[in-house]
Structures are given as structure tokens and as C-alpha cells.
């Protein structure tokens, strides 16, 4: 059997081989590992629920701490880095940069024999999907494309690398306690702002361009 995928199973990282011309192997991709084991730290944490927005908040984090692992690897600071997920993925002759962009949701590939990147980056364009296996569960690879671009513009507000500055905030939203495991976009973004220190008023910035409106004051959550 060719398996056309990676995924965390609830026990272990499951990885395909790909086919060769569609995809490439999966191990081949340091952010694709990064973002299998993150979900492991989530279902291990906040262990926010496989649908809907919180779903879409899961497979976000894994994108989020799957990249920096390519960043940090690298050694490139936000601004100068690629937020590519699974870069070079497609085979050849498949019109595609990687899996996600998370600088320009919804423009990773777009071809005959694959279709187009559906993720949106603005609540605008939030794609209200059924909780379905054919929904993609309300669409949690595609609705994590609105937190991703957020991520992205908090990690080159706040500047630096993204390890060192918007890396940690929300490492610890995650970890923290306090996120809930049916979260919202709504309250992932409040906590992040909790939680950014001095840089609440860039990662406020952040979540206003995507069209989430976080609170900067502190409350109780
Ligand atoms: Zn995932």
C-alpha cells in the first residue's frame, strides 16, 4: 500500500513512502516531523478537538511549531524565512510550492490533477463545512489557514526569530492550562495577547488582519 500522507496516530507518526509522482516522501521534510509530533504535544495539553475551529486551532499548531523546526534549522529570522509547509512535496509536473503557505494562505498549489490550496486567510472567508470525514471534520486543514497567517504576521511584527518571539507565546497558550479543548479562534487569540508580554500590542495587530478582534486587556478567562 502507498500511503499518501503523514499523520500522528494517537500512539506514534505514521509516514508515507508517496508515490513518487504526486507526492515525494514524507520523511523527507523536517517541518512535516515538526508537525506530526506537535499534535502529540496538543493531544498531551490543551488536546483541542479534532473539528470545527478548534480542530482547525490543532492542525495550526502543528503547522506553527512544524515550521519554526525548519526555521530554527535553518537559521532564519521571520522576516527573511519561508513559511512553506512541506516545500517540494509535490512530484513533478504537479503546479505546487508545499502542502501550506502560511504567509499567503490558499496559494501552495493549484493544478488540474490536485485542485487548488482551498485554506482562506481572513474570517471573511471562513469555509463553513460539515463535521464530516469528506468536511475535512469542518474543515480543520483548511479553516487553519486563518490562525496560520496570524502566526505569521505576530512572528514578523514582533520580529527576530520566531523561536525567540511569537514562538514561545504560543507554545505557553498551548501549555498553559487555560486554553480549552474547545476553543475558538476567538479565545486562542485572546490568550495569546494574555500571554505576549510586551509584544500584546503586535500579536493584537496580528489577529486584527485576519479579522479577529483579540482583547488586550486583561480578563478573566
Ligand atoms: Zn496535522
Known amino acids: 500500500m502507498i500511503i ?3 499523520f500522528w496516530d494517537g500512539k506514534q507518526m505514521v509516514f508515507g513512502d508517496g508515490d513518487g509522482t504526486i507526492f515525494r516522501d514524507f520523511t523527507s521534510r523536517d517541518d512535516v516531523i515538526g508537525h ?6 496538543t493531544q498531551f495539553t490543551a488536546n483541542l478537538i479534532y473539528e470545527n475551529q478548534p480542530g482547525a486551532l490543532n492542525e495550526s499548531i502543528s503547522d506553527v ?11 532564519k529570522p521571520a522576516a527573511e524565512a519561508n ?3 512541506a516545500e517540494g512535496i509535490w512530484g513533478p509536473g504537479i503546479n505546487g510550492r508545499g502542502l501550506r503557505d502560511m504567509q499567503n494562505p490558499g496559494t501552495a498549489y493549484n493544478d488540474p490533477k490536485i485542485g487548488k490550496d482551498p485554506q482562506p486567510a481572513h474570517m471573511k472567508d471562513y469555509k463553513k463545512l460539515p463535521n464530516t470525514a469528506d468536511g475535512d471534520y469542518g474543515g480543520v486543514h483548511i479553516n487553519s489557514g486563518i490562525p496560520n497567517k ?3 504576521l505576530a512572528a514578523t511584527k514582533i520580529g527576530g526569530n520566531s523561536w525567540d518571539g511569537a514562538g514561545p ?6 501549555t498553559g492550562g487555560k486554553l480549552k479543548s474547545n476553543a475558538t479562534f476567538q479565545q486562542f487569540a485572546d490568550l495569546t495577547v494574555l500571554n505576549a ?3 500584546a500590542s503586535q500579536v493584537v495587530a496580528a489577529w486584527k488582519e485576519v479579522g479577529i478582534s ?5 480578563s478573566e478567562l
Open 36 to 41: 506530526e509530533l506537535t499534535h502529540a504535544v
Open 65 to 75: 511549531f512544524g515550521i519554526m523546526v525548519k526555521q530554527y534549522k535553518l537559521g
Open 83 to 85: 513559511w512553506i509547509l
Open 197 to 199: 508580554g510586551p509584544h
Open 169 to 174: 507565546i504560543w507554545y505557553e497558550t498551548l
Open 4 to 6: 499518501q500522507n503523514a
Open 214 to 218: 483579540a482583547k488586550s486587556g486583561r
Open 150 to 152: 496570524a502566526f505569521y
